[in-house]
């Protein structure tokens, strides 16, 4: 496994082609497949559902990274956990319970993630970053992709790498929205080590070469 991981975000692929697309991701560098869940209600658009999920599920050959844009994510873990999803993650806005909700996460063998907005402060993790495999900090306010990146964001990660330092934690540091070749390698040495990518992979001419480019930060 070489830093920092590639998610590419099948948000931007064609959903006409996802087959075509999945296995163009299966013969690429990605480490990840990031699945973007938008329910219109914690975020302004709805994306698509456990039904595509699992449909990617079956041609994916790479671990489904499940970011949850939704209310009241609990309801729904053990369902996206059956669709195929190896990392599920929550946004810390949307769950008032969010110990009790990592929990579930890993009662369900799935690895752990809480994701931050671009206003939230990363501090608020202090108390459970120990339990956590992945934090994912917002470099836009989520929704849509195709968005300008938030420069802030890369004290926000020099903030979370510290924090996960202090109390020991295991967590992997996540960055979604966005990203291009020209901030990922500053976002690495910032310490993120896993890089969400919907519009700069799938708008590529090139989207394998792109993939494999986004992996060489030095
Ligand atoms: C935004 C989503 C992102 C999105 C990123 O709400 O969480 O994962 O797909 O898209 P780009 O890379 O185009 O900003
Ligand atoms: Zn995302």
Not at 76 to 91: D, P
Not at 168 to 193: C, F, M, R
Request: charged share 20%; glycine share 6%; aromatic share 6%.
């Amino acid at each position: 496994m070489t830093f920092p991981l590639i998610a590419p975000s099948v948000l931007a692929a064609d959903f006409a082609n996802l087959q075509r697309d999945v296995e163009m991701l299966n013969v690429s560098e990605a480490d990840w497949i990031h699945i973007d869940i938008m329910d219109g209600m914690f975020v302004p658009n709805i994306s698509f559902g456990l039904p595509v999920t699992a449909a990617i599920n079956k041609h994916a050959k790479k671990p489904l990274d499940v970011h949850l844009m939704i209310v009241q994510p609990e309801r729904y873990l053990a369902a996206f956990r059956e669709a195929g999803a190896e990392i599920l993650t929550v946004h810390y806005e949307a769950c008032p319970h969010l110990h009790r909700t990592i929990q579930q996460i890993k009662d369900l063998g799935a690895q752990a993630g809480v994701a931050l907005n671009p206003h939230t402060p990363v501090s608020v993790l202090e108390d459970v970053i120990a339990d956590l495999d992945l934090v994912l900090i917002m470099s836009v306010n989520p929704g849509f992709g195709g968005q300008k990146f938030i420069e802030r964001t890369y004290e926000r990660v020099r903030q979370a790498a510290a924090l996960i330092e202090k109390e020991g934690s295991k967590a992997v540091i996540e960055i979604d929205g966005g990203v291009n070749q020209g901030n990922a390698p500053l976002l690495y040495h910032a310490g993120a080590k896993a890089l969400v990518a919907g519009s700069f992979v799938f708008n590529a001419q090139d989207p394998i070469q792109t993939i494999s480019n986004l992996k060489k930060v030095w």
